[in-house]
């Protein structure tokens, strides 16, 4: 088919020994902690689970040999990293079932939900949308994607970041509010899910700034971690 000018190239991420995985969309879950909620000012309880997106764009990949430098982006001077368990979608659909909804996942990867945490502020407090405060370039950094068939269903274990050495963020993603499962399922039912969309599972207590020339290490117990430097 002739455009109007040449599209831009499949976003993708590097699969282990799988071919490389095209990224379609991105979903982020808030406040999916109830140490972070706390901390963020809201409710530990359990309510309805909130969403929002990233562009595909966004993803800075990174794989072991090969660590991320992320520009320190413009109109900021409150950049936070989150580190999130992410998750990997094989299949599509809406509504899906919460007992079947693992069945989808093709597999998972260490990801970075990064905040222009000023501008997430400034927006809250006026009741506008979060999209420039979370949706911006470089803003999902992602490993490699360990496929499920590796290591079986992801339900707990340690997660965890570090910035220039000392631990800032710790939790268990047993500790999410919002369990895998349950989560694609409130998600299929806003949308339609497809192959290729990644959701971003939510991050544990502990954010905090970081500067131009830190090192972001991101870990999930069992995947490829994630290494990002701020340019």
Same mark, same amino acid.
């Given at each position: 088919?002739?455009?109007?000018?040449?599209?831009?190239?499949?976003?993708?991420?590097?699969?282990?020994?799988?071919?490389?995985?095209?990224?379609?969309?991105?979903?982020?879950?808030?406040?999916?902690?109830?140490?972070?909620?706390?901390?963020?000012?809201?409710?530990?309880?359990?309510?309805?689970?909130?969403?929002?997106?990233?562009?595909?764009?966004?993803?800075?990949?990174?794989?072991?040999?090969?660590?991320?430098?992320?520009?320190?982006?413009?109109?900021?001077?409150?950049?936070?990293?989150?580190?999130?368990?992410?998750?990997?979608?094989?299949?599509?659909?809406?509504?899906?079932?919460?007992?079947?909804?693992?069945?989808?996942?093709?597999?998972?990867?260490?990801?970075?939900?990064?905040?222009?945490?000023?501008?997430?502020?400034?927006?809250?407090?006026?009741?506008?949308?979060?999209?420039?405060?979370?949706?911006?370039?470089?803003?999902?950094?992602?490993?490699?994607? $360990? =496929?499920?068939?590796?290591?079986? *269903?992801?339900?707990?274990? +340690? &997660? @965890?970041?570090? !910035?220039? #050495?000392?631990?800032?963020?710790?939790?268990?993603?047993?500790?999410?509010?919002?369990?895998?499962?349950?989560?694609?399922?409130?998600?299929?039912?806003?949308?339609?899910?497809?192959?290729?969309?990644?959701?971003?599972?939510? $991050? =544990?207590?502990?954010?905090?700034? *970081?500067?131009?020339?830190? +090192? &972001? @290490?991101?870990? !999930?117990? #069992?995947?490829?971690?994630?290494?990002?430097?701020?340019?």
């Amino acid at each position: 088919m002739d455009y109007a000018f040449p599209p831009e190239p499949v976003v993708t991420l590097s699969a282990m020994s799988s071919k490389p995985f095209p990224v379609r969309r991105i979903y982020c879950i808030a406040r999916n902690y109830a140490d972070h909620a706390i901390e963020m000012g809201g409710d530990p309880e359990r309510e309805e689970p909130c969403f929002f997106t990233k562009p595909a764009t966004a993803i800075l990949p990174n794989n072991s040999a090969t660590p991320a430098v992320m520009p320190y982006p413009s109109a900021t001077q409150n950049l936070h990293p989150e580190v999130e368990l992410v998750v990997a979608m094989l299949l599509g659909g809406s509504n899906i079932p919460q007992d079947k909804a693992n069945d989808y996942i093709f597999g998972y990867a260490v990801g970075l939900d990064m905040t222009r945490r000023d501008l997430q502020a400034a927006a809250k407090a006026k009741g506008q949308p979060w999209d420039m405060a979370k949706g911006f370039d470089f803003s999902a950094p992602c490993s490699a994607i $360990t =496929p499920e068939f590796y290591t079986g *269903v992801i339900a707990r274990g +340690k &997660i @965890e970041l570090k !910035v220039n #050495g000392e631990v800032r963020q710790s939790g268990d993603v047993g500790d999410m509010i919002w369990k895998i499962p349950e989560i694609i399922n409130r998600l299929s039912n806003l949308v339609e899910l497809c192959p290729g969309d990644l959701i971003f599972t939510g $991050t =544990p207590a502990g954010v905090g700034p *970081v500067v131009k020339g830190d +090192k &972001i @290490e991101a870990m !999930v117990q #069992g995947l490829d971690p994630l290494t990002v430097t701020i340019g």
